[in-house]
């Protein structure tokens, strides 16, 4: 009788480990690599300097705003968990921002550390926060505008198509959810916050520029490799 109780209960936890390991849920030390994109929105000032015809000179005082910038950003990160979810990894994201009135874009680069704490207990959902201080550079390829007095706005100016350049440190925020097909695969949703501010002394006579930096942020579309 003894004999048939000890089977039976070897049975049941040999069932139960066999249960457990089919089950996608993530509990141990791992490896992380996603890959992701989606819509961006820069919703800082943007100031575009109004060229003056005839007199091809630069007026400041009357500097046309544009505000809720929309563009697209992709994504590219690894990351390493420790079993209690917190982890390290790097993140690499390429912004890419169209301006308002045809006035041409802006794009960035961002590369940076990160801190990050996610739970995979769940059978197939899981969420993750991530902080992080990272390397920007960013680029601008804006046309100057000019306007007449019957003007109701701005219109883009051809010959004052400029390129500029910053370099700068950012500051990045992230949450998401994942759902998890098996224990290697998931897709899921990201939301990033950035934030960058650039030196004090910008040149003001950039063709475009900006209230201390600017803000952005984006949702984007996931997908992760889970490994070992």
């Not at 169209?98 to 006035?103: E, I, L, N, P, V």
Request: hydrophobic content about 40%; some cysteine.
């Amino acid at each position: 009788m003894k004999k048939q109780i000890i089977c039976i209960l070897l049975a049941l936890a040999a069932s139960a480990a066999s249960a457990q390991d089919n089950s996608p849920s993530i509990n141990y030390a791992h490896h992380v690599v996603k890959a992701s994109i989606g819509p961006s929105l820069t919703y800082t000032k943007m100031f575009i300097p109004i060229l003056v015809p005839f007199m091809k000179t630069l007026v400041h005082g009357g500097n046309y705003r544009m505000y809720n910038l929309g563009g697209v950003d992709a994504t590219v990160s690894y990351q390493y968990f420790l079993r209690f979810g917190l982890g390290i990894g790097v993140d690499y994201t390429f912004s890419r921002t169209w301006m308002a009135k045809d006035f041409g874009h802006f794009s960035q680069h961002y590369i940076g550390p990160e801190v990050v704490y996610a739970y995979r207990g769940w059978k197939h959902w899981g969420v993750e926060a991530a902080v992080g201080v990272g390397y920007i550079r960013f680029k601008d390829n804006v046309l100057i505008g000019y306007q007449e007095e019957w003007m109701p706005a701005p219109i883009p100016y051809p010959e004052g198509s400029q390129v500029t350049t910053q370099n700068a440190l950012g500051v990045m925020a992230r949450i998401g959810t994942e759902y998890r097909f098996n224990k290697h695969w998931a897709i899921g949703l990201d939301v990033h916050f950035y934030r960058t501010s650039f030196r004090s002394d910008i040149d003001v006579w950039l063709p475009a520029y900006y209230e201390n930096g600017f803000s952005r942020v984006n949702a984007q579309l996931c997908a992760h490799y889970i490994f070992k």
